[in-house]
């Protein structure tokens, strides 16, 4: 027993490699989305085990961008689509070799790495070719052209390794580029009727055999089992450029391993080869992969290097991207492919949305205006000290959110979490608050679509589909402006993303309300449900309005349900 337990305790432990979680917002990211992955995947790289990374869906805002400078905070990494890619497959990392190599060389190769295919690359591993198992069964099986090897322009070098040979004469880094393969094994007379200039004579032990094989301008002599070669044979081939090549086989050995000798480069696959490229998404190349009778295809990089192989089977252990979800739980509004990935946990603040997961997840949602209240909370449960840097970010997302706190949304914790968070950060709410809205606001340099989709959510309910844009600004003639810039721009930007109606909220900070534009559909009988107004030249006045979440969205809903 305890022999057992010794045995068990030495035995190797299996490496691991750490899960990979992304922290993501949802699509067209505002401050709260980008700031509040960043802080929840610092809480899970100081609680868990694993990697965790913030990352967006979308394009950062000038305000959100004015508060990562602000602060001294990387933005996150782009990931618009989260579809299971070819990086996400088992690539096998199987090495390239030369185009020179012999067949035998390969073949030993692919024995030793237990592979079908080798892949055949250049200097600085870019792919040349490919060689199959098939490839060098043809090789042997469909070949009777005894001047192959010449064809196939043989490399001594090749030749000596096959046969475990020497070079007595000549110069191994030479080819065999003219004349045929012939055994001599007849009598010197007879040797003068078939062999002819430059071929390669695979002969025994006889002077006169290798006298006459010389005499008749043979290209070269392979003398078998290891017979020795006279001075005077060598004077000769060396004075008739006649290369001489000693190797331990027998005669039938030699015959039979002749033609392993030859480059992979003369069978090797070079034209129309099918490649697949590290960021292609493995749902694009499964057809390619059904269709083709391929075992094995190239993986290279963005630089087009050659990285690995995969083949059928390694889809089928393609792993799932793994994600944590914050701000929203909308299936319109999450990055593309939502239901190709694994949902770990859901951090909101917002109505219960379309989004449905294959599994039970953590999901936190609480009524308050903003989902980075809810990080502070947890930062406090967990008994964590929030960095300075993230303490800004947090507050500029509440800030943002609750459009300094004038927004109905808004609530006391709101409101604490600011105000201690502004402690940490060092700053002061109302200053701040100025110069980061003056930021998002600032028209310099920007297009109309990069204003109308920098904080755009898509709805659906009851077959109706629709998007709402939102930008909050301190400056009433700011917001004049842009009403002149995205009024024409909306009737482009009806249905390029699927939807019915769309609108945007010009909402004016300081006088608490919101000039609503609105486009397309039936967006006149909506308003007209939801707020008792119509719209004149596409746009209405709604005083007291500055949430989309509380107050617009809720009030579409209520229309649309009646």
Same mark, same amino acid.
């Given at each position: 027993m305890s022999?057992?337990?010794?045995?068990?305790?030495?035995?190797?432990?299996?490496?691991?490699?750490?899960?990979?979680?992304?922290?993501?917002?949802?699509?067209?990211?505002?401050?709260?989305?980008i700031c509040s992955a960043i802080a929840y995947a610092d809480i899970k790289r100081r609680t868990e085990d694993g990697i965790f990374e913030a990352k967006r869906a979308g394009q950062i805002s000038q305000e959100t961008q004015y508060v990562l400078d602000r602060f001294q905070v990387d933005p996150p990494g782009y990931v618009p689509n989260v579809a299971p890619r070819v990086k996400d497959m088992e690539i096998r990392r199987i090495p390239g070799v030369s185009d020179h190599i012999s067949l035998k060389?390969?073949?030993?190769?692919?024995?030793?790495q237990n592979v079908n295919t080798l892949p055949i690359v250049q200097e600085g591993n870019m792919l040349e070719g490919l060689?199959?198992?098939?490839?060098?069964?043809?090789?042997?099986?469909?070949?009777? *052209?005894?001047?192959?090897?010449?064809?196939? !322009?043989?490399?001594?070098?090749?030749?000596?390794?096959?046969?475990?040979?020497? +070079? %007595?004469?000549?110069?191994?880094?030479?080819?065999?580029?003219?004349?045929?393969?012939?055994?001599?094994?007849?009598?010197?007379?007879?040797?003068e009727n078939y062999i002819e200039e430059d071929d390669l004579v695979i002969l025994g032990n006889r002077y006169e055999s290798q006298l006459c094989a010389i005499e008749m301008k043979a290209g070269c002599i392979i003398v078998c089992e290891g017979a020795p070669v006279s001075k005077t044979i060598q004077r000769l081939a060396a004075e008739r450029v006649c290369a001489v090549i000693s190797t331990p086989h027998d005669t039938y050995t030699v015959a039979r391993l002749i033609n392993q000798s030859m480059p992979v480069k003369f069978f090797m696959k070079s034209s129309n080869l099918i490649t697949f490229r590290l960021d292609d998404y493995t749902d694009s190349i499964? *057809?390619?992969?059904?269709?083709?009778?391929? !075992?094995?295809?190239?993986?290279?990089?963005?630089?087009?290097?050659?990285?690995? +192989? %995969?083949?059928?089977?390694?889809?089928?252990?393609?792993?799932?991207?793994?994600?944590?979800l914050v701000d929203h739980n909308e299936k319109s509004q999450a990055v593309d492919n939502i239901e190709s990935a694994d949902i770990l946990e859901i951090i909101d603040h917002h109505r219960l949305g379309s989004l449905e997961t294959m599994a039970p997840v953590f999901f936190r949602n609480q009524p308050v205006g903003c989902t980075a209240t809810i990080l502070y909370q947890i930062y406090q449960e967990r008994k964590l000290e929030i960095p300075k840097n993230i303490a800004g970010l947090l507050c500029a997302a509440i800030i943002s959110d609750t459009l300094m706190f004038r927004s109905p949304t808004c609530t006391a914790l709101d409101r604490a979490a600011a105000e201690r968070l502004a402690e940490i950060a060092g700053i002061q709410c109302e200053e701040f608050a100025t110069e980061m809205f003056a930021a998002g606001s600032d028209l310099k340099g920007r297009s109309t679509e990069e204003i109308f989709y920098q904080d755009f959510k898509k709805f659906e309910l009851n077959k109706a589909n629709f998007g709402v844009g939102q930008i909050n600004s301190m400056n009433p003639e700011e917001l004049k402006e842009m009403k002149k810039r995205l009024l024409p721009y909306m009737e482009k930007a009806l249905g390029a993303h699927g939807e019915t109606m769309i609108f945007f909220m010009l909402t004016d900070i300081i006088h608490q309300s919101t000039e609503l534009l609105?486009?397309?559909?039936?967006?006149?009988?909506?308003?007209?449900?939801?707020?008792?107004?119509?719209?004149?030249?596409?746009?209405?006045?709604?005083?007291?309005?500055?949430?989309?979440?509380?107050?617009?969205?809720?009030?579409?809903?209520?229309?649309?349900?009646?």
């Amino acid at each position: 027993m305890s022999e057992n337990r010794k045995l068990q305790t030495n035995a190797p432990t299996p490496v691991i490699a750490p899960r990979k979680v992304y922290v993501i917002g949802h699509k067209n990211p505002d401050t709260d989305s980008i700031c509040s992955a960043i802080a929840y995947a610092d809480i899970k790289r100081r609680t868990e085990d694993g990697i965790f990374e913030a990352k967006r869906a979308g394009q950062i805002s000038q305000e959100t961008q004015y508060v990562l400078d602000r602060f001294q905070v990387d933005p996150p990494g782009y990931v618009p689509n989260v579809a299971p890619r070819v990086k996400d497959m088992e690539i096998r990392r199987i090495p390239g070799v030369s185009d020179h190599i012999s067949l035998k060389k390969a073949w030993n190769l692919m024995r030793t790495q237990n592979v079908n295919t080798l892949p055949i690359v250049q200097e600085g591993n870019m792919l040349e070719g490919l060689i199959t198992i098939s490839d060098i069964a043809k090789s042997y099986m469909d070949v009777y *052209d005894n001047a192959i090897l010449s064809t196939a !322009r043989t490399q001594y070098k090749n030749i000596l390794e096959t046969l475990d040979g020497t +070079m %007595v004469v000549g110069n191994e880094h030479a080819y065999f580029v003219k004349g045929k393969v012939v055994i001599a094994a007849a009598n010197p007379d007879l040797m003068e009727n078939y062999i002819e200039e430059d071929d390669l004579v695979i002969l025994g032990n006889r002077y006169e055999s290798q006298l006459c094989a010389i005499e008749m301008k043979a290209g070269c002599i392979i003398v078998c089992e290891g017979a020795p070669v006279s001075k005077t044979i060598q004077r000769l081939a060396a004075e008739r450029v006649c290369a001489v090549i000693s190797t331990p086989h027998d005669t039938y050995t030699v015959a039979r391993l002749i033609n392993q000798s030859m480059p992979v480069k003369f069978f090797m696959k070079s034209s129309n080869l099918i490649t697949f490229r590290l960021d292609d998404y493995t749902d694009s190349i499964k *057809d390619v992969m059904a269709k083709k009778r391929h !075992r094995d295809f190239p993986i290279l990089d963005k630089n087009e290097h050659y990285v690995g +192989m %995969v083949s059928r089977r390694n889809l089928l252990g393609i792993k799932r991207r793994q994600l944590i979800l914050v701000d929203h739980n909308e299936k319109s509004q999450a990055v593309d492919n939502i239901e190709s990935a694994d949902i770990l946990e859901i951090i909101d603040h917002h109505r219960l949305g379309s989004l449905e997961t294959m599994a039970p997840v953590f999901f936190r949602n609480q009524p308050v205006g903003c989902t980075a209240t809810i990080l502070y909370q947890i930062y406090q449960e967990r008994k964590l000290e929030i960095p300075k840097n993230i303490a800004g970010l947090l507050c500029a997302a509440i800030i943002s959110d609750t459009l300094m706190f004038r927004s109905p949304t808004c609530t006391a914790l709101d409101r604490a979490a600011a105000e201690r968070l502004a402690e940490i950060a060092g700053i002061q709410c109302e200053e701040f608050a100025t110069e980061m809205f003056a930021a998002g606001s600032d028209l310099k340099g920007r297009s109309t679509e990069e204003i109308f989709y920098q904080d755009f959510k898509k709805f659906e309910l009851n077959k109706a589909n629709f998007g709402v844009g939102q930008i909050n600004s301190m400056n009433p003639e700011e917001l004049k402006e842009m009403k002149k810039r995205l009024l024409p721009y909306m009737e482009k930007a009806l249905g390029a993303h699927g939807e019915t109606m769309i609108f945007f909220m010009l909402t004016d900070i300081i006088h608490q309300s919101t000039e609503l534009l609105c486009y397309g559909g039936e967006n006149v009988r909506l308003v007209e449900e939801a707020f008792h107004q119509t719209p004149v030249e596409h746009s209405i006045t709604l005083p007291g309005v500055v949430s989309r979440k509380k107050q617009l969205i809720p009030a579409f809903m209520n229309a649309l349900q009646q």
